[in-house]
């Protein structure tokens, strides 16, 4: 879909809400190294805007799902279970886990089924969500409320003193654009688009025209876009200066200032908003373009004030480059002819072949069409790599540290460095949910 044909927001006003909270799941139980959770999929009604509510779909809930928090080291145990109709998959977008517990289409959980899901945490801090994966229904099922976070925290985060008191100084902000009818229900086939269902209404946490009332203090926003297929441009309504602290799979080396940031589909970003000059009574918006997306409000106010830390994380560098081969690929078309390398998903061929633990090169050219063409957020599963060069230049400072999803405009080529911790078979896709069910998607063969 090209640019300007992507639906703008229509304004809801009258309707103020406080930004909804997702809950902080209670573990089954904990021990030091070790937590249990259950997670449950199912469908339920949710007052998502004034009037009628909506069907829905959600995890121990009705819309969306709570937050799974793990530590690095920790083994976390989750028992799964769908009790929707038809089947699902539970997808840990980000997790350096072992394929047969990434929930990729290979793993259906049918209805009224459960599955049992073990695995170690063996990666730093980061935001990090869960989501479907189920072959050709991941979108609607997203749409309809299923997405969850993963917070997974360690030593570096009880060290860093950054702002970390839930729905005080730190809040998760999961973006996704909706269409809700005169019924105010979701209609997915209605909105059907084989190049992304846009919505012309904007939820943060399933909450319309959200606002959350903070101190004067930095406050941080854990940005999730957990839209089907709409990028962001995200900047404070008077233009101020805030701190990227944190991309897909961790913290940057140093905050990242910046005035503008981008978060396509799958994309997290932590940044930090610095409200210690402003008095109270003041108000702040967080806009993507014309849109508000979070109204801040000063209220309260305290007398610390805090530095930010200046070195957040360390991110290795390799020391040779020229070295490794490149392998190429082709992200081309658009709607139903959406490819890689000119094939669409066949869950019995393998794509790609890898060696666990070796890294690995993947130069990705999106190829424009005569219309342009348009770009495509990549994504790989099981691990977290590095950006090497857009168009052969170093990245932006804020796309220097982890990744698991980068956007690539039209004609843009891409080169990330990768490499696999674990055995299997993991997918490449786009994370325009309705292009990768068409078929936007490959499978690379760890060994
Ligand atoms: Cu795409």
Not at 191 to 197: E, F, T
Not at 348 to 363: H, K, L, V
Not at 375 to 398: C, E, M, W, Y
Request: net charge negative; glycine share 8%.
């Amino acid at each position: 879909m090209h640019h300007t044909d992507i639906p703008r927001f229509e304004e809801i006003k009258g309707e103020s809400n406080k930004l909804k909270l997702p809950e902080i799941l209670e573990p089954d139980f904990e021990r030091e190294n070790e937590v249990s959770y259950t997670l449950k999929t199912q469908r339920g009604e949710t007052q998502l805007k004034e009037g009628r509510k909506t069907a829905t779909m959600g995890y121990n809930g009705s819309y969306l799902g709570p937050i799974l928090k793990m530590r690095k080291g920790q083994t976390v145990h989750i028992k799964t279970e769908n009790n929707l109709s038809e089947e699902t998959t539970f997808h840990w977008h980000g997790l350096k886990i072992p394929s047969d517990v990434d929930g990729g289409p290979h793993s259906p959980v049918e209805p009224n089924q459960t599955a049992q899901i073990d695995f170690e945490v063996n990666q730093e801090a980061a935001t990090l969500w869960f989501h479907p994966h189920a072959l050709g229904t991941t979108a609607e099922q997203v749409y309809y409320g299923l997405a969850g976070l993963i917070y997974v925290e360690d030593e570096q985060t009880d060290r860093l003193d950054l702002p970390k008191e839930y729905g005080v100084n730190d809040f998760p902000l999961i973006l996704q654009d909706r269409n809700l009818d005169e019924n105010n229900q979701l209609d997915y086939e209605r909105s059907y688009n084989p190049d992304g269902v846009y919505g012309n209404t904007l939820l943060v946490n399933g909450t319309l025209n959200p606002y959350v009332e903070v101190k004067n203090e930095k406050v941080r926003l854990r940005l999730v876009n957990g839209s089907n297929a709409r990028n962001y441009q995200l900047a404070l309504n008077n233009q101020a200066r805030f701190y990227q602290i944190a991309s897909d799979g961790g913290f940057l080396e140093e905050p990242v200032e910046m005035t503008s940031l981008v978060l396509a589909p799958g994309e997290r970003a932590e940044i930090i908003i610095d409200l210690e000059d402003y008095p109270e009574g003041e108000t702040i918006q967080l806009m993507d373009g014309e849109t508000t997306v979070l109204d801040i409000g000063v209220k309260g106010t305290t007398d610390v004030k805090k530095e930010l830390p200046r070195k957040l994380n360390t991110i290795p560098v390799r020391e040779t480059s020229d070295s490794l081969p490149v392998k190429k690929m082709t992200l081309a078309g658009m709607g139903y002819m959406v490819s890689i390398d000119g094939k669409q998903f066949d869950m019995n061929r393998i794509d790609m072949e890898e060696t666990q633990g070796e890294t690995a090169i993947w130069e990705i050219y999106n190829a424009p069409d005569m219309m342009g063409g348009m770009a495509h957020p990549f994504h790989v599963h099981g691990l977290q790599f590095k950006i090497i060069s857009r168009d052969g230049k170093t990245p932006p400072l804020n796309e220097q540290g982890w990744k698991d999803t980068v956007l690539i405009e039209a004609g843009e080529t891409v080169q990330l460095e990768l490499e696999f911790p674990e055995k299997g078979i993991f997918m490449y896709h786009c994370h325009i949910l309705e292009h990768e069910d068409v078929g936007m998607m490959g499978q690379v063969e760890v060994k």
